[in-house]
């Protein structure tokens, strides 16, 4: 099945046949952008969760591993968070100007959530944040259509301690935008909601690893 314009409008092919549809373009995109939590868990179950023992970045042992990057990059996955993501963005009005996270693990992200936000004519847009200034031409840090003084979302994949979301948002107020919250898929449940809170920033994530049926380590 596969959904197709043609002079204003909606049409569903199947078997080659263009039938078109009942319902307004209105409907069928909020038809498409609906956010199934349980289908994110299982998802994420299926195609990032490892078990097993695992030595992560801070050389601490674990007896999981999560890679969000094999749903990031999913066809139904990279839907799935933009929909959750977007919604969470939304709990708390008005909208942002943009939303964007460190390199590369927020990038497929905030291009998701700034396509079903376009989707939706909602003006939202998206920046990256390298990791260094570039070292050429103009230098910045925070790429994209941002500027000074606008109110800004970080997102990211998986929340540890939050550090490379904390570097993130050191980058955007470095560059003079105000980080409103943090959005993540998957929280460890390992300090990152108190580093956060610390700062003032609200921590907000799609699940946690006791959707999983794993406790905190």
Known sequence: ??????AGEVYLWRSGIRHPTPHSQT????DLMTYDKQALVDLLEKEALQRGEFTLASGKKASYYLDCRNVTLHP???????AGMLAAIQQTAP??????GMAIGADPITAAIVTVAGQQELPLKGFMVRKEPKGHGTGR??????????????VEDVIT??????KAVDAAEAFGLKVREVIGIIDRLAGGEAAFAQRGLKLKT?????????EPE
């Not at 799609?206 to 794993?214: E, K, V």
């Open 1 to 6: 099945m596969v959904l197709a314009r043609h």
């Open 27 to 30: 409907a069928v995109r909020n």
């Open 76 to 82: 139904q996955g990279t839907g799935l968070i933009a």
């Open 95 to 100: 909208l942002p100007a943009a939303v964007g």
């Open 141 to 154: 840090q925070v790429e994209g259509p941002v500027e000074p003084g606008q109110e800004v979302v970080i």
């Open 161 to 166: 301690s939050g550090g490379s979301a904390l």
């Open 206 to 214: 799609l699940t946690t690893i006791r959707d999983f049926g794993i």
